[in-house]
């Protein structure tokens, strides 16, 4: 099985990544999730995809 780190998990490129690991729970599991702003959705990531790390950046509140 391949853990996968995705970047960007609440844009639409990582929620089309998340769609392909939810197609294929066998192939794919989620390590970890890295995210800037929607923090519901990537609250309802989480739960989810139960990643051991999820990350949260906004880079404009720097």
Do not use: W
């Not at 769609?19 to 609250?43: E, I, Q, T, W, Y």
């Amino acid at each position: 099985m391949k853990q996968l780190t995705v970047l960007g998990s609440t844009g639409s490129i990582g929620c089309s990544t998340l769609d392909v690991v939810r197609h294929n729970p066998g192939r794919f599991s989620v390590a970890a999730l890295v995210a800037g702003k929607n923090v519901d959705r990537m609250v309802e990531q989480c739960l989810e995809f139960t990643p051991r790390y999820a990350v949260m950046d906004d880079a404009q509140k720097r």
